[in-house]
């Protein structure tokens, strides 16, 4: 398979493991709206996303949809599931065109997980979403509503460009009509400019303040 070399994932492996990894490797193409799993199917393939965002979320017993995260290109996706040989927790969609190399797993497994450079690439990408967890319990438990934001954009000012405005309700956890409450009472204590096309970061320290 091309371009193997150039996925940050395997750049230490050497031209016959990558060929070795070729031969149960496929790269799969989706459209935007496609489920990749659903919550408690059973994982066969690592899967590695390299084009596109993917969505994962839980629906609760009212149908509404619980944002757990949204990933980007270059990620490992669900791979506690193989690890701990358990169901898929939540399911994954698309929202944009997508594409994502499926590894079989049982012979990545048995091929290269020995391998140091390959295991600390797994020990890596399970530190990340550790990492990512706390921060949303700190962001949606801990916060009230105007922090829980200022400290959002605080840590990932360009979110405002990335996200639309309904994505980051879903991100924190707020209606669409809070986070316009909200974003208007930054705005009002002068941390935020309203443009156009949205909004500014004025004072980013400020921003820092509301949630230290």
Do not use: C, W
């Amino acid at each position: 398979m091309e371009n193997l070399k150039q996925i940050n994932y395997f750049e230490n492996l050497d031209e016959k493991e990558l060929d070795l990894l070729s031969s149960f490797a496929k790269k799969k193409y989706y459209k935007k709206g496609s489920i990749l799993f659903y919550e408690k199917e059973q994982p066969t393939s690592l899967l590695l996303l390299i084009e596109g965002v993917l969505k994962v979320y839980k629906t609760d017993p009212k149908h509404n949809e619980i944002i757990m995260n949204r990933f980007r290109p270059t990620t490992l996706i669900a791979e506690m599931v193989l690890l701990e040989n358990i169901p898929y927790p939540a399911s994954g969609i698309f929202e944009t065109d997508g594409t994502v190399l499926e590894i079989n797993f049982e012979r990545f497994k048995k091929e290269f997980l020995h391998n140091p450079n390959v295991a600390l690439i797994f020990f890596k990408s399970l530190s990340k979403k550790i990492k990512y967890l706390e921060d949303v319990i700190a962001l949606n438990v801990v916060l009230d509503s105007t922090a829980r934001l200022a400290k959002f954009l605080y840590d990932k000012s360009d979110a405002l460009s990335t996200l639309k405005h309904y994505q980051l309700a879903e991100h924190l956890h707020m209606t669409p009509e809070t986070l316009s409450r909200t974003f208007k009472k930054l705005v009002v204590l002068d941390l935020l400019e309203k443009e156009a096309n949205g909004y500014k970061i004025k004072n980013r320290e400020g921003l820092h303040v509301l949630f230290e």
